[in-house]
């Protein structure tokens, strides 16, 4: 549910809109599909009208196309959901991402990417899951346009010291 919850954050239905769903397995390299993130998310897509696009090696069926290549998943979608780390995944260059995809929102559950280059690229890239707020905790980064930290003690946001980081020219 976290990524449907991202992607709502976006989009306020995803009736009609092309979502690529990149890794159907409850792990890499099996094509076990029981209680996987991936698939869940894929049917829920499916079942609100999205026009759901599903790439994994190893499975070979899921709701919606199910594409032969990663690129092909990618092309002419409006988001693109990330629930494996697959090699091919990795392999493409930053700028392929949003050169592929009509919007290039990349919610990214596997933590499989390299966030900062495919922003760089033009991409709204946003990691979730439990090393996306491990991340945040340690060392703080950007919540927007605004630096922030959290208190790993309690998990607050550190307003202050946000603004005078920010303050400070940082």
């Known amino acids: ?83 494996l780390p697959l090699p091919e995944l990795c392999a493409l260059r930053p700028e392929e991402w949003p050169a592929a995809m009509k919007e290039p929102l990349i919610l990214d559950s596997a933590d499989a990417l390299d966030h900062a280059a495919l922003s760089a690229a033009g991409a709204v890239c946003e990691r979730l899951g439990r090393r996306a707020a491990g991340a945040a905790a340690q060392e703080g980064g950007f919540c927007g346009n605004a630096w922030v930290k959290i208190r790993p003690q309690t998990g607050l946001w550190q307003a202050a010291e946000a603004e005078q980081h920010h303050a400070n020219g940082g």
């Open 1 to 83: 549910r976290r990524p449907l919850g991202a992607l709502h954050r976006y989009y306020r239905s995803a009736a009609g809109l092309p979502i690529a769903v990149l890794g159907l397995a409850h792990k890499m390299g099996t094509d076990d599909c029981r209680a996987s993130p991936g698939l869940l998310c894929a049917q829920a897509l499916a079942e609100e009208g999205a026009e759901v696009r599903c790439y994994d090696p190893y499975v070979k069926s899921g709701p919606g196309k199910n594409c032969q290549t990663a690129r092909e998943c990618l092309q002419g979608a409006c988001a693109a959901l990330v629930f």
